[in-house]
């Protein structure tokens, strides 16, 4: 009853570490909170961010490697250790058993020295020996004291006559046991094995394997993120080229022959810019015939008026009263006429834009003075020395529309500030006169709206396009311009215009 074929199979694989890696790393899911970053001059606002288009490309493409690898990981390891463990369990039964076959004879001498035997039969390095004979445990080396490390339950299924195989933890490092009962010299005879070098082994396949999985992820994330950008190529092209376009260089076209799954978008987006030109362009004709049409009455009209004007005294009063009318009209018209011009050049794109570096001090400075309207200018600490990034004639443009509504609804303003933090420089236009009731202070900006304060004075004055320039010009040189309570009374106009890095305090 002894060979490896009857050995009862009662393997326990708890002394090894199962390290099972095969998931990738977790994916969250997008994040939904991402800093929006403001928005580009002359784009409309962005919506809220999600993860960009190339970041998904690049977490799917390292995703898909992660899993993959993995899995072909976990495969690899499991294959391997059940196959190197089978051949290496079957080889050291076979080795137990013909062991035991060996010592059969010499176990029915009564007198023979059990422990130098066992000694004897222990060939494979590091293996130990242990005999139950007679009510007594012998063992081959001193290294243990009998029955342990044999577990109970190991122990009685042999000596009841079965022969058993298991492997077990000694001292930490798994132990393959072998217990073959001798019926002819009614003895148990059982052999350790150490298995810690396969352990070993195994261990150091599961490690390259996981850096292998680790480098593959890393590969694909670096493929994902290459793809993501080779394949948003033509898109961030289109989109450089919409920039382009609404930054006012109208003949931005796309290559049609890069891209050849492109080529409806890129035909399209082609057509779109030829139109958007001609129209543009037609406006602009348009635009300037109207200017040249109204123009030459409008001269004809002032020169003959200012004939009139001189002659006024031999007027009579009634036809003084019209000519005063008549002046103020013409003026207004003249006004009129000049800031619809002004405003469809800006709404063309046309009115060319000189960006240059100033210094707040010198600008403000400056633009109140062209404006001949005597007003004190207050700086902060720091701010007349930062530099700003403007078109001059549009910052002048706007100081004088900001001052000439202060002197028309709100007798002059009485103070400019000027402050500026880390981002921004703010030019706050004061005065003392009646205020902006909150529910106009937005609808003023509008183009033709006049406040009440507007309308009250009547006819004659303004033209409601004042505002609606300085907000155009504002929104070129990226900055806002909002309105608020100027204390208890009156109202401040402010300014805001980006600084300039380099000039941060
Ligand atoms: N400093 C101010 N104080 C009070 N109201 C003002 C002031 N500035 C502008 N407003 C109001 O805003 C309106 C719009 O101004 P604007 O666009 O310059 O047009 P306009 O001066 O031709 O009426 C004015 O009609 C007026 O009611
Ligand atoms: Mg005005």
């Known amino acids: 009853m002894s060979g490896a074929g009857l050995l009862r199979r009662t393997r326990s694989t708890k002394a090894h570490a199962d390290a099972d890696r095969a998931a990738g790393p977790d994916h969250n ?54 196959s190197v463990l089978d051949q290496q369990t079957t080889s050291l039964s076979h080795e137990a058993v013909a062991s035991a076959l ?23 390095d590091g293996s130990d020996t242990l ?27 042999v000596l009841k006559g079965s022969d058993a195989e298991e492997t077990i933890a000694v001292a930490n490092s798994p132990t393959y046991v072998v217990g073959v009962w001798i019926p002819a010299a009614q003895s148990a005879y059982f052999a350790l094995f150490p298995l810690s070098e396969v352990a070993n082994t195994l261990h150091a396949l ?49 290559e049609t022959d890069d891209y050849a799954d492109l080529a409806v978008l890129t035909s399209a987006f082609n ?100 404006t001949a309207r005597p007003v004190p200018i207050t700086f902060d600490d720091t701010s007349a020395e930062r530099h700003v990034l403007v078109d001059k004639r549009r910052f002048e443009r706007i100081i004088a529309n900001l001052l000439d509504n202060a002197q028309h609804y709100a007798g002059g303003s009485t103070l400019v500030t000027v402050t500026s933090d880390r981002r921004v420089a703010r030019v706050s236009v004061e005065d003392e006169g009646p205020g902006i009731p909150p529910e106009e202070r937005e609808r003023i900006f509008d183009r033709f709206s006049r406040g009440s304060s507007g ?30 309570d100027n204390g208890a009374r009156g109202s401040r106009f402010v300014v805001e215009v980006p600084i300039l890095d380099e000039s941060a305090p």
Do not use: C
Request: no cysteine; charged share 25%; hydrophobic share 45%.
């Open 29 to 82: 899911g997008p994040s939904e909170h991402r800093p929006s970053r403001p928005p580009a001059l002359g784009i409309g606002r962005h919506h809220r961010r999600r993860v960009g288009l190339r970041a998904r490309i690049t977490i799917f493409f390292a995703l898909g490697a992660a899993i993959l690898s993995g899995t072909i990981a976990a495969i690899t390891y499991y294959s391997v250790r059940t």
């Open 102 to 124: 060996l010592l059969r004879p010499e176990l029915q001498d009564p007198t023979a020295d059990y422990p130098a035997l066992l000694a004897s039969t222990a060939a494979t």
């Open 131 to 157: 005999l139950y004979k007679q009510r007594r445990w012998y063992a081959s080396s001193v290294r243990f004291t009998p029955p342990r490390p044999v577990p109970l339950a190991f122990q009685r299924l």
């Open 206 to 254: 599961l490690a390259a394997l996981l850096l292998a999985a680790l480098v593959v992820t890393l590969a694909g994330a670096l493929l994902g993120s290459w793809a993501a950008s080779r394949a948003l190529r033509p898109l961030h092209e289109a989109a450089q080229a919409a920039l382009d376009i609404a930054g006012g260089r109208l003949d931005t076209r796309l």
């Open 271 to 370: 057509r779109m810019a030829d139109r958007l030109q001609e129209r543009i362009e037609r406006e602009v004709s348009f635009t300037s015939d109207v200017n040249h049409e109204l123009r030459s009455p409008l001269t004809t009209l002032a020169a003959s008026l200012s004939v009139l004007e001189g002659r006024r005294d031999e007027l009579p009063e009634r036809s003084r009263r019209a000519l005063d009318l008549l002046g103020a009209e013409v003026r207004r018209f003249r006004r009129l006429v000049d800031d619809l011009l002004e405003i469809s050049r800006l709404d063309a794109g046309l009115s060319d834009v000189s960006m240059a570096e100033v210094a707040l001090g010198d600008l403000v400075t400056r633009s109140v003075a062209a």
């Open 455 to 484: 309308r009250r004075r009547g006819l004659g004055e303004g033209t409601g396009l004042g505002l609606a320039i300085v907000a155009e010009h504002v929104r070129m040189l990226g900055g806002r311009v909002w309105v608020e």
